[in-house]
């Protein structure tokens, strides 16, 4: 096989033949389609009054992660990749129009189709990985572990059940201290006692996660508990059997459902202890004003 830095060609089987019809625009596959995947795109190149065409790079909306952002945003594209009528492995780099200091990366395998402007597309990969943003409250949650939680969300989304329950498993069992600890901030932030206080630090001390939770089930705030139920309970019993005893398909769908609980979990510890500082400003503003 060929260098792809080189960008020489390669046997034909590089870009499968049996792609589906055409079924979009090169942008829409840049935003919308993960990788290890293969189509048949129009707006593909991009025609040079001078020497060889190049790959288009259309402007496109994608999710910038900068702090100042934090949303969808527009990103350009500046590289000039030149075509050949081979397969050409190019790399284009965009950055957000907005902060300009977010960037992604895309790396695919691009063919020309004859003279047209169209032609297929494999998208071999992308920097940061393809997939919905992960709220900062989740990676708040989840402290050091980031690392590990982004390898099981990759897992996740290439459908690969066991990879990604066992990333899961690993992330909550490490994390459990600081999951505890972080709901013991809303219970004490709630009602304020040094007995809940001490509570909820003797069990993210303890290391047992099923005796944890047997100490602290009666402190549990409900504004964290989901549909009624007390999510330390939820994440245990998720993770309670051994990966053999589970199929692919079952260990895939388990982990969805840990990761939407971390979520659902997470939003709602952020919800909670910002509605309890709005209220003590809100006390202090209108106390202030008696006083005065």
């Known amino acids: ?34 990788p290890d995947s293969a189509q048949y795109v129009s707006e593909l190149v991009h025609r040079t009054s001078a020497g060889p065409d190049c790959v288009a790079t259309p402007e496109i909306d994608l999710h910038c992660g900068s702090e100042p952002c934090n949303g ?18 190019v790399f284009l780099n965009y950055s957000c129009k907005n902060c300009e200091e977010f960037r992604k990366t895309f790396a695919l395998a691009v063919q020309r189709d004859g003279i047209k402007e169209s032609g297929k597309v494999v998208k071999l990969g992308e920097l940061p990985p393809y997939g919905p943003p992960i709220p900062s409250r989740v990676m708040k949650l989840i402290g050091e572990d980031r690392d590990l939680f982004l390898r ?11 990879g990604a329950f066992a990333y899961y498993r690993r992330v909550v069992e490490e994390q459990k201290g600081r999951i505890i600890e972080e709901i013991g901030k809303v219970a004490v932030k709630i009602r304020p006692s040094k007995e ?7 069990a993210k001390a303890e290391t047992q ?56 979990l997470a939003e709602r510890i952020s919800t909670a202890l910002k509605e309890e500082a709005k209220l003590k400003h809100a006390l202090s503003q209108l106390l202030n004003r008696t006083s005065g």
């Open 1 to 34: 096989m060929a260098n792809p830095v080189k960008n020489e060609s390669v046997p034909g089987a590089a870009v499968p033949a049996n792609l589906a019809d055409e079924i979009g625009t090169f942008a829409n596959f840049l935003e919308e389609v993960g």
């Open 72 to 89: 969808l945003r527009r990103f350009q594209c500046d590289d000039d990749e030149r075509l050949s009528a081979n397969v050409n492995f």
């Open 209 to 264: 996660f099923t005796t944890a939770i047997e100490m602290i089930k009666s402190a549990i705030p409900e504004a964290v508990l989901i549909d009624g139920h007390n999510p330390l309970t939820l994440l245990h019993s998720a993770l309670s059997k051994g990966l053999h005893a589970h199929s692919d398909e079952q260990c895939l769908d388990l982990a969805t459902s840990i990761r939407i609980v971390l979520t659902e």
């Open 196 to 202: 809940t206080e001490e509570l909820f630090a003797k």
């Open 152 to 162: 099981r969300r990759r897992a996740e989304l290439r459908g690969l059940g066991i």
